[in-house]
């Protein structure tokens, strides 16, 4: 292998000179000097790529910055993700994204780096020149917000937009450039659905070792999730479809469960490229809370026909939010009073806002119309993975004199979060009713938690027999 004369293709791949061929990125590049960056078509994330690398539809994790970044403004608490990637023979990759709410949304900084360890090196009579090493790396910059829709059929739409710097180096020549990703998120009104959508390198610049180099790829993909149960057994189905410029289009579809809420056992599958035999396998292990706030190690596990098995590790943190105290607001200039219909977009957007106390006094007013549509915004909310929203939800279903009111609270007492089964006994037990307290009885016998069960007794209690 002459690497005097692979430098004009490296923009092509890092992976196309030495050693770098037993990649996966070149096998999928459609030819030498066609596209750059080929390093970021390796999934990223050791739960995401269990999943097939089926993500643009899931959101709420740092790692939607790098397959949607409209999943980022799901996040309802900082969070930080690193996984370690044993790629090929010499051949490892290292990502980690961290995550921050702000206002009406989230902001995600990722790093993505591959490195590929010395190979020998020739010159152009193929004599020994010594050994050459070579790395890409990308950093991301995204936020994702949304806005109310106000329709029962898709009460939010969240929007996302992430910013990347790109570069490849091949014995000390290097090359630089920027991409921009964007993704749209739909929140259905069926419960546990999402819809997904998301453009790669939608917008770049070239990538030039030598002549007039290549930009990277663009890649177009649509998909979708559904989250089924809460506890014992969760469930996460995603799928999606991608359609990349430089070769044919392809599926990939994951399976997630959840038992109990501390393991994950997830399977995948990608008809992605010719270099894995396309299926996968992972788990995840939540660390018990007594070892920190939200903890979580995953693995995940491919195959390929000729270089050997893929092995991925992760780690996960979720921090708690930020706690009361914080210093009071100036007080708010009084309003005047509004026509019923603006109230109610009011509301709504109170409702979905990141203000607590706003949301649940928006949640108590929206409780007194207790409407069909109102019942889907409050459905809607349990099924997302915010715990602000569940939680605003919880407020109005206690006050909620609808029938289907104490089912979806009942539903609440299984979610995987025990802060919100905590907070869904005492809206049971406010409600009352022969429908509350069997609820509340069969949720005390499957309830590991101590501060949930306690709160199940203390509901329990204040239900008159």
Known sequence: MKVRSLKPLVHASLLTAGALCLSAAAAYASGPGTTAANFLKIPVGARESALGGAFTAVGGAPGAVYYNPAGLSLLESPALDYSYNNYYSGISQHAAAVALPAAGGAWGLGLNYLQVGAFNSYDAQDNPTGKVSAYGAAVSLGYGGGFKTGLAFLPSLR??????YLTENLDGSSAGGAALDAGLLLVTGLDGLALGAAAENAAASRLAFDGPGARPARKFKAGLSYRAGRRPVAALLSAE???????????????????????????????FGDAANGVTFGLGLNVPERFGRGVRLDYSFGSTYDFGNIHKFGLSYRFDKPQAGAPAEAPAKEEPPMAPGDKFSADIDALYGTDGEKAAAAAESLAADCSPRVLEHFSAMLASGRRDWKAASLRGLARCSSDRAPLLLA?????????????????LAARGGDVCRSALEEALKNEEAEPVKGAILEALLKLPR
């Open 411 to 427: 539903g609440a007492l299984r979610d995987e979060d025990a802060e919100v089964r905590r907070l869904a006994a005492p809206a």
């Open 241 to 271: 479809a991608a359609f990349p410029e430089d070769g044919p289009g392809y599926f990939s579809a994951g399976l997630e469960n959840t038992l109990y809420g501390a393991l994950a056992l997830r399977v995948g599958y990608t008809s």
């Open 159 to 164: 929007y996302g937009l992430a910013g990347k």
